[in-house]
């Protein structure tokens, strides 16, 4: 027995799908604007995941090579940015731009070396991207914060970028200045390690 013809005009039945109800309300004047590093959930012993600025969900602070040198620091100042990364004209990562690099000590040394200061651009100020440093994503993603500083301070390295090796990806940005700031505390990256700092550094968190 044969099955009856398709029909390529009949239609299924639409699903009536029940809409939620929201109530929009009134902002009080007691709703204030909170930031990261009000809260205190979260210590040295903390999985190192919570304090990167993964790109995967967050996108990106950028700057273009053709920025002025003031104008990038105009911004970073105002975002309160530890770190940008610098694209070509292209959308090419080419680069890693801190505080440190627009402070007006790095400035004099380049009109120093014969640049003028006016025509100084992200691109003449930045972190080359073959001399950044990176971690992998896969590794950083089983450690806790406490560790990843430790590797951090034995290379002088107050930002570093986090790479997905498997998918070649940027994946985010670890600043430890950020995470001082989440563990209101002060991190010093630049002292290379005493062996009080690494026993302290190792202590249980109380």
Not at 47 to 71: E, G, M
Not at 191 to 199: E, V
């Amino acid at each position: 027995m044969r099955g009856q013809p398709l029909d390529a005009t009949r239609r299924e039945p639409e699903r009536v799908i029940a809409m939620k109800n929201f109530d929009f309300l009134q902002l009080q004047d007691l709703d204030r604007l909170v930031f990261p590093e009000e809260f205190h959930d979260l210590t040295l012993d903390s999985p190192a995941l919570s304090f990167i600025s993964d790109f995967k969900h967050h996108h990106p602070s950028v700057l273009t090579t053709s920025v002025t040198a003031l104008n990038a620091a105009k911004v970073m100042r105002a975002g309160h940015l530890s770190a940008v990364l610098v694209l070509d004209r292209e959308g090419t990562f080419t680069g890693l731009l801190t505080p440190d690099d627009v402070s007006r000590q790095r400035i004099v040394q380049l009109v120093a070396a014969g640049l003028p200061r006016h025509e100084l651009t992200a691109g003449d100020l930045m972190r080359p991207r073959s001399e950044l440093k990176m971690l992998s994503y896969q590794q950083v993603a089983n450690s806790r914060i406490r560790d990843v500083l430790g590797a951090m301070r034995r290379e002088r390295q107050r930002v570093c970028l986090i790479v997905d090796q498997d998918n070649h990806h940027v994946r985010g940005l670890l600043s430890a200045d950020e995470v001082g700031e989440r563990l209101q505390a002060r991190i010093d990256i630049e002292q290379a390690p005493s062996f009080t700092d690494l026993i302290e550094t190792m202590a249980p968190v109380h």
